[in-house]
């Protein structure tokens, strides 16, 4: 039995779920997400609790049970308190400021660069610590987000240069030969 598919998911009170077939609407105070799991699992919800049972012990229904038990879980988790990653700025006059909703970003390019949030998707610019917080309720969609952001300007190996995850190590090199 998968680890993660056997565990039940806790829905907490502010949520709202709504299960037809493999059709599952969660409704929280973040927002609302749906989606529709393949037919082969079979999901259930009671006792404030979605639990996700296979039919078999088919090489393909283990790898679909722990996956759709851990989207679910995504989803109770994103409409109930949501989903953050967090962007450093690294670099001489590189800086990301907000113009309305759109990130601005100023990295080094003859031109700013300008993101706009999709639906659902928010951006918070602390310049005093360099980082930018991308926030929203879908957490695939806050990944994504953020990678784009990243791929801007990803940070270089010898001076560190760019836009990097918080948490990311950036591996340094040398530089020249007859430089220590």
């Known amino acids: 039995m998968s680890r993660i598919g056997r565990l039940p998911v806790e829905v907490p009170g502010s949520v709202e779920v709504k299960i037809k077939g493999t059709n599952v609407r969660i409704k929280g105070p973040k927002g609302e997400l749906q989606h529709t799991f393949p037919a082969s699992m079979d999901i259930e919800f009671k006792d404030n609790q979605i639990e996700v049972k296979r039919p078999s012990d088919e090489r393909t229904h283990r790898a679909l049970h722990g996956m759709t038990r851990a989207l679910i ?9 949501g989903f953050e990653k967090i962007l450093e700025i690294n670099g001489v006059g590189y800086r990301a400021e907000l113009n309305g909703k759109d990130l601005v970003l100023n990295v080094g390019y003859s031109h ?11 951006f918070d610019v602390d310049m ?5 917080k991308v926030m929203g309720y879908d957490k695939q969609v806050v990944g994504h987000v953020a990678a784009n952001i990243r791929k801007v300007r990803p940070p270089e190996p010898y001076k560190g240069k760019g836009i990097k995850y918080l948490d990311e190590k950036i591996r340094r090199k040398a530089g020249k030969a007859g430089k220590v």
């Open 112 to 122: 700013p660069v300008i993101i706009e949030p999709p639906q659902g998707i928010e």
């Open 73 to 81: 879980n995504n989803m109770v988790i994103g409409v109930s308190t």
């Open 128 to 132: 005093k610590v360099r980082q930018i």
